[in-house]
């Protein structure tokens, strides 16, 4: 590996100095119907004792049947933009980071920009499973600091019920539903996110795997194990809690060296809710107190790319976090993919107050649903009109065009 003169990795170097990127609101969204380890007890052969002895987990949520990831997603995307205090129509950038997507396309972050009518935000989903939230959010912060973008929403969402084959005791006891999100403003001010440290190993592929329908190997007969569903999480818990252990101090502490920081300056840690022994464990190889690690596995179990900003929201909520702090994200997960990051914590911007801000914020929503209705009605009305009368059909859809056009 390339080293500079002194020895030192330079992909752990402070980084350059730009725009600061902030978080200055947070918002989460879980499902009301609650699953408990009883109940799945009556579902698959495990019981309430194993369950939270060795996970932690002792409930979860699942979505219920009108629930997506895009409306958990927009449900914590509008609670974050009331705490930040800022209109949809401010946003330079939406990001979701996810692996359980309403559709492979359109992105789900389109479908919740459409929702929040964010009409100036460019929206795109990231994939990086759970290490997915800590990958969107430095790709938007970088965008920040490079100067491109002002502002941006990174949002974790998941329904990995969806996803879950329900007879697998191995993993349908570990996983549940929910959605958070932070919103990143430009800033002159020091703070904001220092560093970040991405890493994947894609020779552990098959460990954490949600095997695509489409994809050629899982169109092969004997592509699967027998009873194996491809469109199902399939997990090697043992092999993944092994590399979970291993990295997760290790990524922390790169973080921290590129932020040139110490273990010991670290206020908080949010890791990714998977399992508390993996926590017990990262906090033995950092040598530090399992304390300063939030954990809220208990009530939500893994909601995989939502979990990290989840705990973030109820640390804040609970008093944990201070201006100033520092404090550090870790996500690990399939790729096998991991990232840590490093900020310090400014919270809620003190400027300009915004007079009137929910409610235009709310205008913005009701406008949005309208538009989108406009758009399905127009929509049908041509198709309705072409099939009567082709030509008049035809002109009618190039004249809106136009006038669309001549609007935007
Ligand atoms: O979010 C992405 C990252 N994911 C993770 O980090 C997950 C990492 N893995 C883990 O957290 C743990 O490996 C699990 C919680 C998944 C499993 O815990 P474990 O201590 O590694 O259990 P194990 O897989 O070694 O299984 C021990 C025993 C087995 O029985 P035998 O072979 O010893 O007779 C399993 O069949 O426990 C059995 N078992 C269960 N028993 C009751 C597995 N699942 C269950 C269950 N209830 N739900």
New binding site residues.
């Given amino acids: 590996m390339a080293t500079h003169g002194n020895g030192r990795d330079p992909r752990l170097l402070p980084e350059p100095q730009g725009a600061y990127a902030h978080v200055v609101g947070w918002g989460m969204a879980v499902p009301s119907q609650v699953l408990t380890n009883q109940d799945?007890a009556a579902i698959?052969?495990?019981?309430d004792e194993?369950?939270r002895t060795?996970?932690g987990v002792s409930e979860r949520r699942i979505a219920a049947s009108h629930e997506s990831t895009a409306s958990l997603g927009l449900r914590a995307a509008r609670n974050a933009l009331e705490v930040a205090n800022i209109l949809p129509l401010e946003l330079d950038l939406i990001v979701v980071a996810t692996s359980t997507p309403d559709n492979v396309f359109p992105s789900t972050a389109s479908l919740i920009q459409d929702q929040l009518g964010a009409t100036r935000a460019g929206a795109f989903d990231l994939s990086a499973?759970?290490a997915g939230f800590v990958y969107a959010l430095n790709m938007a912060a970088q965008s920040i600091r490079s100067g491109s973008i002002e502002s941006a929403i990174v949002i974790g969402a998941e329904t990995m019920s969806r996803i879950i084959d329900w007879r697998d005791?191995?993993?349908?006891?570990?996983?549940g539903d929910g959605a958070g999100a932070v919103v990143l403003k430009a800033s002159e001010s020091d703070g904001g996110i220092r560093s970040a440290v991405l890493r994947s190993d894609g020779s552990g592929r098959d460990l954490?795997i949600l095997p695509a329908m489409a994809s050629p190997e899982s169109q092969q007969p004997g592509a699967a194990p027998v009873g194996a569903r491809l469109d199902k999480l399939q997990?090697n818990?043992?092999e993944?809690?092994r590399?979970?252990t291993r990295i997760v101090g290790e990524s922390i502490s790169q973080a921290l060296e590129k932020a040139q920081l110490d273990i010991a300056d670290l206020a908080l840690v949010v890791p990714?809710q998977?399992?508390f022994?993996?926590i017990e464990a990262a906090a033995r190889n950092l040598g530090v107190s399992p304390d300063i690690f939030v954990s809220n596995l208990e009530r939500y179990g893994?909601t995989?790319a939502a979990?990290i900003p989840i705990a973030l929201c109820e640390a804040i909520d609970a008093g944990r976090i201070e201006e100033g702090d520092h404090i550090a994200f870790c996500g690990?997960?399939?790729g096998l993919a991991w990232a840590s990051m490093v900020l310090t914590w400014t919270g809620r911007e003190t400027g300009e107050p915004r007079p009137l801000g929910r409610q235009r914020r709310q205008l913005t929503y009701a406008r949005a649903g309208w538009r989108r209705r406009v758009r399905d009605w127009e929509r049908q009305m041509d198709d309705l009109v072409s099939s009567l009368h082709p030509r008049r059909g035809r002109l009618r859809r190039l004249r809106r065009r136009f006038e669309r056009q001549r609007l935007e």
């Fill in positions: 799945l698959v052969e495990t019981s194993w369950i060795r996970t499973a759970c005791r191995g993993t349908c006891v570990l996983f954490l997990m818990g043992r993944v809690y590399f979970a990714h998977a399992n022994r993996i893994n995989s979990s690990f997960g399939g």
